[in-house]
T-cell receptor
Framework: DAKTTQPPSMDCAEGRAANLPCNHS???????VYWYRQIHSQGPQYIIH???NNETNEMASLIITEDRKSSTLILPHATLRDTAVYYC??????????????FGKGTKLSVKP | IAGITQAPTSQILAAGRRMTLRCTQD?????MYWYRQDLGLGLRLIHYSNTAGTTGKGEVPDGYSVSRANTDDFPLTLASAVPSQTSVYFC????????????FGPGTRLTVL
């Protein structure tokens, strides 16, 4: 079972910031928070990951609360092309023998003009 | 080639036929994975390979086999296809020492009649 809880859907106006929340109250000390997204009919795409510090890259920012029980993915200026299902995943940095990702149901983000 | 390629893009297959889905990566990643994605069930791991010459079973391995003769290729074979194997299949790769960032292929849509 996925160890995260996300809202099933969210809307965002084009050009505005999209803030996608994720709860991971049972996260372990050695587990990272990873975000992926899946645009319709495409393979999942890695966005960002973090352990406890806030992280930023060219795609997004990741804000992790001090207790690490929740996080927020921020798309600073959402475009129509950001419409996708966003998955929050917690796992150790190196996954051991399997190393697979466990995808939950994610949040379907709809960016509207 | 840049990243991961999968072939075919889509296929309609009669039940009982043998089918091999191809996956090739050019990133020299050690680990490769096969997932299937079904509506309402998310992505589930079928088989994985930590390095060339080794393979392992994932969550739903029955009816599928894999081989990893070299670093770049990771074919998935359905020995005798059944309708329940109708799905979208994604291949992925990662370099485990660099964390859980996985790179996904574009997917193969398989229909078994």
């Amino acid at each position: 079972d996925a160890k995260t809880t996300q809202p099933p859907s969210m809307d965002c106006a084009e050009g505005r910031a999209a803030n996608l929340p994720c709860n991971h109250s049972t996260i372990s000390g050695n587990e990272y928070v990873y975000w992926y997204r899946q645009i319709h009919s495409q393979g999942p795409q890695y966005i960002i990951h973090g352990l406890k510090n806030n992280e930023t890259n060219e795609m997004a920012s990741l804000i992790i609360t001090e207790d690490r029980k929740s996080s927020t993915l921020i798309l600073p200026h959402a475009t129509l092309r950001d419409t996708a299902v966003y998955y929050c995943i917690v796992r150790v940095f190196y996954g051991g023998s399997q190393g697979n990702l466990i995808f939950g149901k994610g949040t379907k983000l709809s960016v509207k003009p | 080639i840049a990243g991961i390629t999968q072939a075919p893009t889509s296929q309609i297959l009669a039940a009982g036929r043998r089918m091999t889905l191809r996956c090739t990566q050019d990133m020299r990643h050690n680990a490769m994975y096969w997932y299937r994605q079904d509506l309402g069930l998310g992505l589930r791991l079928i088989h994985y390979s930590n390095t060339a010459g080794t393979t392992g079973k994932g969550e739903v391995p029955d009816g599928y086999s894999v081989s990893r003769a070299n670093t770049d290729d990771f074919p998935l074979t359905l020995a005798s296809a059944v309708p329940s194997q109708t799905s979208v299949y994604f291949c992925a790769s990662s370099e485990p020492s660099r964390g859980a960032e996985q790179f996904f292929g574009p997917g193969t849509r398989l229909t078994v009649l």
